[in-house]
């Protein structure tokens, strides 16, 4: 059986940070196909009753804080809780992962490049120079994608039909996992979703 994720990210989100290294371990056990779709949560926010982290109440900022230091310690993986640029604009590095899934290369490394400059590495990935660096750490032709994804009018609208898709399969948030209509939403739901593949 052929089975395939969609992959709703986000890449300045935290907790898609925590999840994706795992989430690829989980596809590569099962064999699975993982579809990404970067979104823009400023769309989907707004929509489905979502608020950016500047507007949410002292007492949830302060629970996302403590959870953020647990899934560290847990899952050993670090991050910088406060990073220097976040939040920040991610348009134009998730045209770059379009860009790159339009050319039929695997996009994973670059998803996982972006999230751990942010999250890890305490970089701007909202700065072309810096971002075009990230993509060929990664093993990419930054200065090629970012042409391709300029040039190209219907990679520059899927970071939006991707976010218009999400609201319409009922995602608020990111990450969130599809496998057969089911949606898995954050990294704390990857053992159902590894159940759901278990199961299939």
Known sequence: MNMSID??????SPWTYFGDKRLN?????FGATINYKPINLGEVFPKTGG?????????RRNNRMQELIRWSNYLDIPINLEPAFFPTDEKLA???????????????PLVSGFLSAVW????????????????????????????AGQNNPEIAELWQKNSATAL?????????YVFEDQLFWG?????????ALEKA
């Open 25 to 29: 371990q989980i596809a590569t056990r």
């Open 7 to 12: 992959y709703y990210l986000c890449l300045i």
């Open 51 to 59: 608020l950016p982290l500047a507007k949410r109440a002292p007492s």
């Open 120 to 147: 890890r590495e305490q970089r701007d990935i909202a700065d072309k120079e810096t971002m075009l660096a990230v993509a060929d750490e990664c093993g990419f032709d930054g200065a090629k994608l970012y042409t």
């Open 168 to 176: 319409e399969i009922g995602v608020f948030g990111a990450p969130t």
């Open 94 to 108: 998730a045209t770059i992962v379009l860009a790159a899934q339009q050319s039929g290369l695997d996009c994973g």
């Open 187 to 195: 990294q704390d739901r990857l053992d159902f979703l590894t159940r």
